[in-house]
């Protein structure tokens, strides 16, 4: 069972990323959007936006991210969509921001670096994720699914998060 942070964590002061198994993740849900990936990636193609739509996990999509891939050198990510939990979490939304753009800059280059690799890699990643802030630490799990519309380059992340402690 996810929890939802009680308050706002603004300013992340340091951060560690592990990468984590699938099998980690507490709510099924989460090893299903896994399957799922696989199932439609099984023919060598990666998946597109239109197998997982926000508007269809009403259970997660306050947990979910999607952020569009800009080319460039870095590549830009663009929020699409920010789960209003995740909003509530940080204490601000990042809908139609950048990555770049969040107030901690340690969590934006782990979010950048943590993407980027998404692009090299070309397959689902799932971490746990602790960060400390002037609030406390707090403890998470995000899978990352990468999703293109040709099938080959991916223009959008979906991120989902589990909060695990704090």
Same mark, same amino acid.
């Given at each position: 069972m996810s929890l939802t942070p009680s308050t706002p964590y603004p300013r992340i002061i340091n951060s560690s990323v592990e990468e984590v198994d699938i099998a980690a993740f507490k709510a099924p849900r989460y090893r299903e959007l896994y399957e799922r990936w696989r199932r439609l990636a099984a023919g060598g193609r990666l998946p597109g936006y239109d197998a997982f739509r926000p508007e269809t996990m009403w259970d997660v999509?306050?947990?979910?991210?999607?952020?569009?891939? #800009?080319p460039g050198?870095?590549?830009?990510?663009?929020?699409r969509l920010y789960g209003t939990k995740l909003a509530q979490s940080i204490g601000y939304d990042m809908t139609k921001k950048t990555v770049q753009e969040f107030r901690s800059k340690v969590f934006a280059e782990m979010v950048q670096r943590d993407y980027?690799?998404?692009?090299?890699?070309?397959r689902p990643t799932s971490h746990a994720i602790t960060a400390v802030? #002037?609030?406390?630490m707090r403890i998470f799990a995000r899978l990352l699914l990468p999703l293109s519309e040709d099938g080959e380059h991916i223009d959008t992340i979906f991120s989902v998060n589990e909060f695990w402690q704090g």
């Open positions: 999509v306050g947990l979910i991210m999607l952020a569009d891939v #800009e050198d870095p590549p830009i990510f663009r929020f980027e690799t998404l692009l090299r890699l070309l802030g #002037e609030g406390g």
